[in-house]
């Protein structure tokens, strides 16, 4: 019997998506699912605002008003308990990058080197939640190939041109199924927000609600 394919969206930029990723997976081996990784770019000031920070923390800049600030903090710290859960690390971004580049990127990975896709998707999360890599980097991004083991020679001409007009295509497409944040999950047709439904999409494929109750 062929399995069932997910869409799971992430963008490198959130740390919900980054604690998502091991869930999902142990959650898509369990019930028999192929994952399709799929880059979404979220347009954080357009809901939290914006800002930049030192490497103390301290504000350079900032277009957030108290409310935005709240949340965003509050989003950390919430993030980070469950970081500290499973000894990963969570480390405030000084800024918000832009998250095109590295989008195209494991688009390039899915489509030259598919067997590499979730090595490439763990070691980018890693190494940015650790303030590690620059996402907006053509050379950065090369460099995570070379670890994984990989060569990266038509990458920067596939991303200009091709990888740019893929990626729009993907975003139109995550627009016409309702996503709007990350992690998200499309399945059957339907769209869930947050790893948090993980239970409840597990109901809906076995038709078994009970431990929902």
């Known amino acids: 019997m062929n399995k069932k394919s997910i869409d799971i969206y992430i963008d490198f930029k959130s740390p919900y998506a980054y604690l998502s990723i091991a869930p999902s997976i ?6 028999k699912l192929i994952i399709n990784w799929i ?9 939290l605002g914006s800002a930049e920070v030192d490497n103390n923390g301290n504000i350079i800049k900032s277009e957030r008003n108290a409310h935005q600030w ?3 903090k509050y989003s950390y710290m919430d993030c980070r308990r469950y970081a500290n859960l499973r000894n990963m690390t969570v480390r405030g971004p ?18 030259n080197y598919s067997e590499f896709t979730i090595t ?7 190494q ?4 590690k890599l620059d996402l907006e980097s053509y050379e950065e991004i090369c460099k995570v190939y070379e670890d ?17 007009k893929e990626l729009d295509l993907i975003m139109n497409q995550a627009h016409e199924n309702g996503v709007f944040g990350v992690p998200s999950y499309f399945i059957e047709n339907e769209l869930f ?10 109901a809906r494929l076995t038709n078994n609600y009970s431990n929902l109750i």
């Open 26 to 31: 142990v959650f898509a081996e369990k019930n």
């Open 39 to 47: 880059p979404y770019i979220l347009e954080i000031p357009d809901y």
């Open 70 to 72: 709240r949340r965003v």
């Open 94 to 111: 000084q800024k918000i990058w832009n998250t095109q580049l590295i989008s195209i990127g494991l688009l390039w990975i899915k489509r």
């Open 120 to 126: 490439f998707i763990n070691h980018v999360f890693e």
């Open 128 to 131: 940015f939640w650790n303030r």
């Open 148 to 164: 994984i083991g990989i060569n990266s020679n038509s990458f920067k001409e596939w991303a200009i041109d091709e990888g740019k």
């Open 193 to 202: 927000w947050g790893r948090e439904q993980l239970p409840l999409i597990e």
